[in-house]
């Protein structure tokens, strides 16, 4: 069964930093692109950022490049995001999502609040 649990979120000021994990259970991260997701209060999911399975290809949306930056730990099992120069729009609830390069099954985290405000 797969899990997947972020860690990491919390409150910090405007051009802050914080480093979101999402630690996977129950895949191997090498067979699977993982992606991090936001959910504003009233606004739909939008990805962030994607890191895929194999090479490890990373892309963002425009709003985060340059400040934000996937990674991927295999012998950890995990992903990270790290988030630089952080603004009062990046307050969201981050998701982690997970999806099978080969079958394309998909699985989610409970998600973890970032909030930046001063």
């Known amino acids: 069964q797969v899990q997947l649990v972020e860690s990491g979120g919390g409150l910090v000021q405007p051009g802050g930093s914080l480093r979101l994990s999402c630690a996977a259970s129950g895949i191997t991260l090498d067979y699977y692109s993982i992606g991090w997701f936001r959910q504003a209060p009233g606004k739909e999911r939008e990805g962030v950022s994607c890191i895929s399975s194999g090479a490890g290809s990373t892309s963002y949306v425009d709003s985060v490049k340059g400040r934000f930056t996937i990674s991927r730990d295999n012998a950890k099992n995990t992903v990270y995001l790290q988030m630089n120069s952080l603004k009062a729009e990046d307050t969201s609830v981050y998701y982690c999502?997970?999806?099978?390069?080969?079958?394309?099954?998909?699985?989610w985290g409970q998600g973890s609040q970032v909030t930046v405000s001063s």
């Open positions: 999502f997970s999806k099978n390069s080969a079958t394309s099954d998909a699985d």
